[in-house]
């Protein structure tokens, strides 16, 4: 089954602790995504991939790293996580620019 | 700046009844524009994408319209079931180099027996 497999899909977690959201799709795709939905503001970019060792700043990259060291997968990666940081976090992936983007289950981070 | 304001921010309809969702947006120059649907806790799903020659499109009891003279869509539920209740984002992609996805705060639909 074609899918965007996120995990974990729920964290609570504490000031500081460094974290990683993994991201993994079996589609070949080569544009991979990560993004924030939190209410009122709808989902934005954090960081996008449009091929392997190829990553770019989305519209809020401030506090997250990844890296796209695979085609199939693009890890979210939180150094020192913070309390703004506590969101709904989405992966996605599509096979090109033009294209629909599949969007993971979605990971629930609390930061404390 | 490139935007996407959906309207209303929030509906309320009886099962049953029809609704329509509204989009606009400044993305330009324009190459589609996609209406997902968002059940709480998930992932958005598409439901139909719209390209700069297409002004209808239809995908079971969902239709959607655009205009890209007046950067307008709209997307219309009909006979709307309880399974209609989620969140309807609108996204629109540019058609200029690596232009990212611009998405829309979302319509927040419940559906009530």
């Known amino acids: 089954e074609a899918q965007v497999t996120q995990n974990p899909r729920y964290l609570i977690t504490v000031t500081g602790k460094k974290l990683t959201v993994t991201c993994s799709q079996n589609m070949n795709h080569e544009y991979m995504s990560w993004y924030r939905q939190d209410p009122g503001l709808g989902l934005r970019q954090i960081y996008y991939?449009?091929?392997?060792?190829?990553?770019d700043k989305g519209d809020v990259p401030e506090g997250y790293k990844v890296s796209r060291k695979e085609k199939r997968n693009f890890p979210l990666i939180l150094e020192s996580p913070s309390p703004n940081q506590t969101s709904l976090y989405f992966c996605?992936?599509?096979?090109?620019?033009?294209?629909?983007?599949?969007f993971g289950q979605g990971t629930r981070l609390t930061v404390v | 700046k490139n935007q996407v304001e959906q309207s209303p921010q929030s509906l309320i309809i009886l099962e049953g009844k029809n609704c329509t969702l509204q989009?606009?947006?400044?993305?330009?120059?324009?190459?589609?524009l996609r209406w997902y649907k968002q059940d709480t806790g998930r992932g958005p799903v598409s439901l139909t994408i719209m390209t700069f020659s297409e002004n209808t499109k239809s995908n079971g009891r969902y239709t959607a319209t655009l205009d890209a003279d007046t950067k307008q869509s709209s997307l219309h539920i009909t006979a709307s079931q309880l399974s209609d209740s989620a969140s309807y984002i609108c996204v629109v992609r540019g058609n200029s180099g690596n232009t990212p996805l611009v998405f829309g705060k979302g319509t927040r639909l419940s559906v009530i027996a």
């Open positions: 996605a992936s599509r096979p090109n620019r033009h294209t629909e983007a599949f």
């Open positions: 989009c606009n947006y400044t993305v330009s120059p324009f190459s589609n």
């Open positions: 991939s449009m091929n392997v060792e190829v990553t």
